[in-house]
């Protein structure tokens, strides 16, 4: 039977990454994201926010490329898989953790930071003097699209 293991991010940095290198040469990045979600408290009728944080962790081309571009306080899509480990403290205690090993990058929000998808490697790296850009928008079409009357014009056969 096969398994998944997937994580979908959508946050912004809690702080700039933090690069290293091992002993092999290979760069890796830490860094924290922040997620965030609303509710209504019952008892108050107050909104609450409830902040999660989230350690990912960026390995080769896509740790260089989350070194140059992350920024504390900026919007990013990250996709990966979760890793649970131990360790003990200093205090003698042994702790639980989980990361987050990111396969998929995407700068959000401004231009200036770009919008282009990043994925582990695969992905065109944007050069080192420029940031990554948004892709071009498509020129508008010519004659207006006629206006859909059910479910006749699908290409496939699954409904959703």
Not at 50 to 64: G, I, K, N, P, S
Not at 120 to 147: E, H, L, M
């Amino acid at each position: 039977m096969a398994s998944v293991n997937k994580v979908i991010l959508v946050g912004n940095c809690g702080r700039d990454p933090e690069i290293r290198y091992l002993p092999s040469g290979q760069p890796v990045a830490s860094v924290s994201i922040a997620t965030s979600s609303r509710r209504k408290d019952r008892n108050t009728g107050e909104v609450v926010e409830d902040t999660q944080w989230h350690r990912v962790t960026f390995y080769d081309r896509l740790a260089e490329i989350a070194g140059e571009y992350l920024k504390k306080g900026r919007p990013v899509y990250v996709e990966g898989r979760l890793k649970y480990g131990k360790y003990t403290g200093q205090d003698g205690i042994e702790r639980n953790t989980v990361d987050i090993i990111a396969t998929e990058l995407q700068l959000l929000g401004s231009r200036e930071g770009g919008s282009a998808p990043m994925d582990d490697g695969s992905a065109p790296a944007p050069r080192a003097a420029a940031p990554a850009r948004a892709p071009a928008a498509r020129p508008a079409p010519a004659t207006p699209a006629p206006a859909a009357s059910g479910f006749e014009d699908m290409d496939d056969d699954i409904p959703f």
